[in-house]
């Protein structure tokens, strides 16, 4: 059954009668005792109050929706809808379908001509055919159609549908794969909305968290009945959520695993993330039954599928069994793999911490052991701390002949350390040779492969980009001095003509998803981007531009390097966003018993009229009412950004617009700011679905 069937309703694009049906419905389902009949219904609800969005009612004759509609309902549905059911067709004589297939075609042409060209409304009706198929997770071939007539859209309709894509993504990106969010992307550029500032757009802000989905498989979609298909997905992106964001305790973690293996036992991406979970409670591997469970897990991945994640955890297994090399393990491209990155920074740092590479072992155990310190062992947080205690200076690469040198001095070392002490005391407490000679190969080919793999960067469109590659990947480039030439100016331009490269710190970047760029307009500093490794709280390095879109300084180690509390006001200002605004002002300052503290600690949040008005409001009773309340983004007639704070009956309370900076610059309602009547209607009327989470 397809979402309007199971509400009771004919295709609509009037959301309150989508409402009033769930409601209807509601009353027959006793939600504690028949809870998978709820969770279809509510699924339902929300495929319909979607497709509301693409379904355009107009005032076309009654006759040619009705066309429209059998058409969409006995051929579109049944050819694009369940194209993976095998559906035998009544034996009919041929000229009888030559005859089908003519009026089919010749209504087809009809609808066209009504619709007089209105590329939105076909795009609409496309998209929500290729919606409620629920077989657009994966297929690429689908989404090429749907653009088929990209080039033939005007301007305006162009942004209308991008617009559409916007929110579509915005719902359904936990159900997609990278690759039809990347190709959705590249229709629409939307990368390119990462520099526009300004715009204050509520998906300009989450692009970069849609488009780095974990790169999971879909093609077993046919396997799950087709009602329970975006249910199946979103668990499975949620189990992912669970580790990238913690280490979640058993139970959690065993309940969210039973909601996707209640509907499929046979998804190697799950396996997968049951492997990672696994490691997590003994990534050394020096249990029996981790080994028993791991390598058993690990034959049933790859039974499933051949795929790069199962590849990564056998060459990790390989060289945790002495069998393989840890060179293998450092250089595997893990750009490609669906491993949280909980699960991925323990892996590395156990590497580099048997390598005895300490300043690795803290790019990755870092902010592990700081959250979760029970997870390592004394020796293991020595190394943390012995990098926290003491700073050692980078040397300038060596030459091949030196490695060899100082290769050879330590045999001989060896060898003479070999005539006093027994052997298995040696093998115990000192470095063998061949893991000597693997460090300084292993470095030399890692490097190697990190340029390679990100020299994309050195080509991109972002600044950003391309001044990380040339000062912190690839530090041999002669084409630095152009860029520096081309794209830097004022302080920024003189450091970088006379800064030593090597005595940059060094940052620890094997993949374009490594990092993070937070762009934004600051009060003060104009166009600034903050880069921050993602295993880090903090930026390692923030750029400054000025107007002509030029690099003019650089804040951070070996640059210019602020003092501490201008660095941190900095970037906290750079993490403003509309919607961090909004969530300071419900969370921390209505439904807080603690304003006063609240405004003080984050003064970022707010302009200084809006400061004032919230001091001045601060005495009001906590506002329970909003504790399950939702949220919705609107904007006006010149496209300005707003949000309606609704209280938990759902009703409007609060309108909040933001400054170019993302601060809160106005909070209109009753006792506060005062809006004119029209202009209220109209950001009301233009309101997009309720949000329920701040």
């Known amino acids: 059954m397809n979402c309007w069937e199971i509400l009771g309703l004919e295709p609509t694009s009037d959301k309150k009668k989508v409402k009033q049906a769930y409601a209807a419905k509601l009353k027959t389902i006793n939600v504690d005792e028949e809870p998978l009949a709820f969770q279809k219904l509510k699924e339902a609800f929300d495929s319909a109050i979607f497709l509301t969005g693409t379904i355009i009612e107009s005032n076309r004759p009654t006759e040619s929706i009705s066309s429209l509609e059998e058409k969409v309902q006995e051929d579109e549905l049944q050819a694009v809808f369940v194209e993976n059911e095998t559906v035998e067709p009544e034996s009919k004589p ?30 609409n009706q496309e998209l ?24 033939e859209w005007s301007i305006d309709e162009h942004n209308e549908i991008k617009h559409v894509m916007q929110h579509f993504l915005l719902t359904n990106y936990r159900v997609l794969s990278r690759t039809i969010i990347d190709y959705i992307g590249s229709i629409f550029d939307f990368d390119a909305l990462v520099k526009d500032y300004r715009s204050g757009d509520y998906f300009c802000y989450t692009w970069t968290e849609i488009k780095n989905v974990p790169n999971f498989f879909f093609d077993h979609y046919s396997e799950i009945p087709k009602e329970e298909r975006l249910t199946y997905f979103t668990n499975r992106y949620n189990l992912f959520q669970l580790l990238e964001d913690s280490i979640p305790d058993q139970t959690t973690w065993i309940e969210s695993l039973d909601l996707c293996r209640m509907l499929t036992t046979n998804d190697v991406d799950v396996v997968n993330l049951q492997i990672s979970f696994l490691l997590l409670t003994d990534f050394r591997m020096e249990q029996e039954a981790t080994i028993n469970h791991f390598t058993t897990l690990l034959e049933t991945a790859k039974s499933l599928r051949a795929n790069r994640t199962s590849e990564f955890f056998s060459i990790y297994y390989e060289w945790i069994k002495n069998e393989g090399s840890a060179n293998a393990v450092l250089i595997f491209d893990k750009s490609e793999i669906a491993i949280p990155t909980v699960t991925i920074n323990l892996l590395m740092g156990y590497v580099y911490f048997r390598l005895n590479r300490h300043s690795s072992v803290k790019e990755y155990w870092g902010g592990l052991a700081k959250k979760v310190p029970s997870l390592f062992r004394a020796d293991e947080l020595a190394m943390l701390d012995l990098m926290e205690t003491v700073t050692v200076p980078q040397k300038k690469k060596k030459s091949a002949g030196q490695y060899v040198w100082l290769i050879f001095v330590l045999i001989i070392a060896f060898v003479k350390i070999g005539g006093v002490i027994s052997r298995s005391n040696e093998r115990n407490t000192s470095i063998e040779t061949s893991d000597i000679q693997n460090m300084f190969s292993e470095e030399r080919e890692l490097y190697k492969n990190v340029i390679n793999k990100l020299s994309d960067l050195k080509e991109s469109d972002n600044l950003y980009d391309q001044f990380l590659y040339y000062f912190y990947i690839d530090r041999e480039d002669e084409d630095r001095v152009n860029f520096i030439e081309q794209n830097l100016v004022g302080q920024a331009k003189e450091m970088a003509e006379n800064i030593t490269i090597s005595q940059l710190p060094e940052v620890t970047i094997e993949s374009r998803y490594d990092f993070q ?46 003092p501490e ?3 941190d006001a900095l970037w906290a200002n750079i993490q403003v966003r509309p919607m961090m605004s909004q969530k300071f002002f419900v969370v921390y300052y209505l439904l807080s018993d603690e304003r006063k503290e609240n405004l003080k600690a984050n003064p970022e949040y707010s302009t200084e009229n809006i400061k004032k008005l919230l001091e001045k409001n601060s005495s009001m009773a906590i506002a329970e009412e909003f504790e399950s309340g939702t949220w919705q983004i609107s904007q006006d007639e010149e496209n300005k950004l707003y949000t309606i704070i609704n209280d938990e009956n759902g009703e409007h309370q609060f309108i909040l617009s933001y400054d170019d900076y993302g601060r809160l610059e106005h909070i209109y309602g009753d006792k506060w700011e005062k809006l004119d009547d029209e202009k209220r209607k109209l950001i009301h009327a233009n309101a997009e679905e309720k949000i329920d989470v701040y």
């Open 128 to 151: 929500a055919a290729i919606y409620e198929g629920m077989a657009f997770f994966s297929d690429v071939e689908k989404w090429t159609l749907l653009f088929s007539n990209e080039l």
């Open 565 to 567: 509390d201008q660095f």
């Open 94 to 123: 041929q000229d009888d379908l030559v005859q089908e297939e003519a009026i089919a075609d010749n209504e087809s042409t009809q609808v066209q001509k009504t619709q007089q060209g209105n590329a939105v409304e076909i795009f």
């Open 517 to 562: 760029a937070s762009p934004d307009n600051v009060s003060d500093y104009g166009f600034v981007t903050a880069l921050t490794l993602l295993e880090d709280d903090d930026p390692f390095i923030i750029l400054q531009e000025d107007e002509d879109d030029r690099i003019s300084n650089v804040f951070g180690e070996g640059w210019e390097v602020l």
